[in-house]
Nanobody, 127 residues
Framework: QAQLEESGGGSVQAGGSLRLSCAAS???????MGWFRQVPGEEREGVAA????????YYAGSVKGRFTISRDNAKNTLYLQMNSLEPEDTAMYYCAADRYTPRCGVILPREADFAYWGQGTQVTVSS
């Protein structure tokens, strides 16, 4: 069973940067991995996804050009580099993983497509 643990969240001012990390068990090698975020009272939304080899990536329109998803399979770690942060990016960010399907990195990641989740890390962006 895959295990995931996020880190790297924090508080920054608008325009700043953060890099989130997700330490994954070796069980996730070859899996599709993604980042999601959730604001209290709202549904969890997909932010980005990456295929097993790291080449196929897909981003939500609201973060495209500002966020970069990547993975280091040798370290079993998923990353989300977040630049030009905006107050609207404030949310709990979650790492997710599941067995690869051809949809991975081709469409916006959907919560229902991921079985394994981390506990989340809070990102707060002040104006």
């Amino acid at each position: 069973q895959a295990q995931l643990e996020e880190s790297g969240g924090g508080s920054v001012q608008a325009g700043g940067s953060l890099r989130l990390s997700c330490a994954a068990s070796a069980y996730t090698l070859g899996y599709c991995m993604g980042w999601f975020r959730q604001v209290p009272g709202e549904e969890r939304e997909g932010v980005a996804a990456v295929g097993p080899g790291g080449r196929n990536t897909y981003y939500a329109g609201s973060v495209k050009g500002r966020f970069t998803i990547s993975r280091d399979n040798a370290k079993n770690t998923l990353y989300l580099q977040m630049n030009s942060l905006e107050p609207e990016d404030t949310a709990m960010y979650y790492c997710a993983a599941d067995r690869y399907t051809p949809r991975c990195g081709v469409i916006l990641p959907r919560e229902a497509d991921f079985a394994y989740w981390g506990q989340g890390t809070q990102v707060t962006v002040s104006s």
